[in-house]
């Protein structure tokens, strides 16, 4: 079955960085495209970055372009997340998924991984 483990999170100044991780299994991880989402307490989990499965072609939500780069290591069934310039807006739980365009391609989420920015 489908299992996704997100780290890398913790708790940063404003205009700090990380670097989110997440290792993917149970399909065939080079065949898909890969992202991230975040969510909130209380509201909708949104999308934050695509990449598609060779790695060639990326795609941000508005919110995070020129901040956030997605890169992945297909060889090691990983996504990453490379956070940059954050704010206190971007704390919330961030969690990967395999793709099929830009909504998750199964109905099964990991542990997610918290992220706080202080102001």
């Known amino acids: 079955q489908v299992q996704l483990v997100e780290s890398g999170g913790g708790l940063v100044q404003t205009g700090g960085s990380l670097r989110l991780s997440c290792v993917a299994s149970?399909?065939?991880?080079?065949?898909?495209?890969m992202g991230w989402f975040r969510q909130a307490p209380g509201k909708e989990r949104e999308f934050v970055a695509r990449?598609?499965?060779?790695?060639?072609?990326?795609y941000y939500a508005d919110s995070v372009k020129g901040r956030f780069t997605i890169s992945r290591d297909n060889a090691k069934n990983t996504v990453y997340l490379q956070m940059n310039n954050l704010k206190p807006g971007d704390t919330v739980v961030y969690y990967c998924?395999?793709?099929?365009?830009?909504?998750?391609?199964?109905?099964?989420w990991g542990q997610g991984t918290q992220v706080t920015v202080s102001s």
């Open positions: 149970g399909r065939t991880f080079s065949r898909y495209a």
């Open positions: 998924n395999f793709l099929n365009g830009l909504a998750p391609a199964f109905n099964y």
């Open positions: 990449i598609s499965w060779s790695g060639g072609i990326e």
